[in-house]
């Protein structure tokens, strides 16, 4: 089959890159012989800027062995039961829960996990990364970004713009996920703003053929480096023919 991505199996094997560690996609045949379990793929974040360990559970079960701290992710895709799976967040330091919902996985689908949320009110947002629908063409990639700025009510300016150009120029709202937009591999430039406290820029490198996801997170208030607004991104994978 066609631009498809490696078949979920038991194990996954990430690669490293220069700022994180992301699965690598791999074609896969629709008659595949092997055995094997059904099973989703999900990719967890910690983007609440007050929680330094976050512990997340499917259906009572830990999804990973250390709690997350925070901006950190799980690294890969990691193979979980479909169906559907109450998932919860919980504040490891406290012993607190932070937020519970539940979604439907569906098996050989890739699904994000963004934990988001400030100062008591938390949220666990889960989206279908809905990878297979996205075509490889020469010189291009892929990004998307996820509003996680905390008190970011005002609904930010959010622009990424590829040879002085914005190819993404839209309002987003605190917990939204956009989709997946083509962007012509190379330097583009990130921007998020919402005319005051909120005002962040930053220009990175994208690959011909990956897959990025860039993650507006922090607190406006915050006077640290590490808590306050900042832009950052991660590699989802590789689309392959």
Do not use: H, W
């Not at 963004?114 to 989206?127: E, R």
């Amino acid at each position: 089959m066609e631009k498809m991505f490696q078949t979920l199996r038991r194990n996954v094997y990430p690669i490293v890159g220069a700022l994180l560690i992301a699965l690598v996609f791999s074609a896969c045949k629709k008659n595949d012989s092997n055995q094997r379990t059904p099973a989703a793929g999900l990719m967890a974040f910690n983007l609440a800027a007050d929680k330094n360990a976050v512990a997340i559970t499917l259906s009572g079960n830990n999804l990973t062995n250390l709690p997350l701290g925070y901006t950190s992710f799980t690294g890969s895709y990691l193979p979980v039961y479909i169906g559907s799976r109450q998932v919860k967040s919980f504040d490891v330091n406290m012993g607190t829960p932070m937020a519970t919902s539940t979604q439907t996985f569906a098996d050989s689908v890739y699904y994000s996990l963004f934990i988001v949320g400030y100062n008591g009110s938390y949220k666990n947002v889960v989206v279908n990364d809905s990878l297979y629908s996205l075509m490889a063409s020469p010189g291009q990639a892929f990004v998307r970004y996820i509003n996680a700025i905390a008190d970011s009510s005002a609904t930010p300016l959010v622009t990424i713009a590829s040879n002085g150009s914005n190819v993404v120029s839209m309002n987003a709202p605190f917990a939204s996920v956009s989709a997946f937009t083509k962007i012509s591999a190379g330097n583009i430039a990130i921007g998020v703003t919402n005319g005051d406290k909120i005002n962040a820029n930053r220009t990175i490198a994208v690959d011909e053929g990956k897959v990025y996801t860039i993650l507006l997170v922090g607190n406006p208030a915050a006077t640290d480096s590490i808590k306050n607004v900042q832009i950052k991104f991660i590699q989802n994978g590789t689309i392959t023919k």
